[in-house]
């Protein structure tokens, strides 16, 4: 089965602050491609990162840096020095068999940065 | 570069009625795949559409159907409104790679 997993509901900061959304993810195939959205409160999922399963590498933009772990199945983000705007809905999902457009999401953590 | 477009943005119908949503894909994008996003359930895909055909689907009944046309625009129905269809509408579509979404049609039934 595939499933999309983050644990963390609702995450509440300080403004400059480093924090940390955690994404675990179940799949079979040996091929597949994870991501992650920001829901603002507009409704809009605006892309942020895509990551294949042959890519191991981490991935700094900016503040952001993603973190994949296939041996634990995990691929975490990292926000460093938070700012007011990063708060939003941040989803992880997972798309497998080759399709890019069908995407299996996670719950969602609610990030609020407080000024 | 447009970005997807969806309307309308926000409806208001009857149990019972019908509704179409449509979505207008980035330019270039041929799969364009709907979701539904509510709190009970969040985020769940319903169907994908790739050169008018229907590609993939995910575990909606019947009511929800959709179609895309020639020129990779598409259309969600919906029939027989229920009070559950409450939420979110969001369209993505994709050149190959990821995939971008439009601002939801928030559907409200009453």
């Known amino acids: 089965a595939q499933k999309v997993t983050q644990a963390q509901t609702e995450i509440s900061v300080v403004e400059k602050e480093d924090v940390t959304l955690d994404c675990v993810y179940e799949?079979?195939?040996?091929?597949?491609?994870l991501f992650w959205y920001k829901q603002p409160p507009s409704g809009e999922l605006v892309f942020l990162i895509r990551r294949n399963s042959f890519d191991e590498q981490n991935e700094i933009s900016g503040r952001y840096s993603w973190n994949f772990q296939k041996s634990t199945s995990s691929f975490n983000f990292t926000i460093t020095a938070s700012q007011v705007v990063d708060s939003a809905v941040y989803f992880c999902a997972l798309s497998y068999g080759g399709a890019t457009n069908k995407l299996i999401f996670g719950t969602g953590t609610l990030l609020a940065v407080q000024p | 570069k447009a970005g997807v477009t969806q309307t309308p943005r926000y409806l208001i119908k009857t149990r019972g009625q019908q509704v179409t949503l449509s979505c207008s894909p980035i330019s270039g994008h041929r799969s364009v795949s709907w979701y539904q996003q509510t709190p009970g359930q969040g985020l769940q895909f319903l169907f994908e559409y790739f050169s008018e055909t229907q590609r993939n689907k995910g575990n909606f009944p019947g009511r929800f159907s959709g179609r895309q046309f020639s020129n990779s625009r598409s259309e969600m129905n919906v029939s027989t409104l229920e009070l559950g269809d409450s939420a979110l509408y969001l369209c993505a579509t994709s050149g190959g790679t990821e995939a971008f979404f439009g601002q939801g049609t928030r559907l409200t039934v009453v």
């Open positions: 799949t079979r195939d040996t091929t597949y491609y």
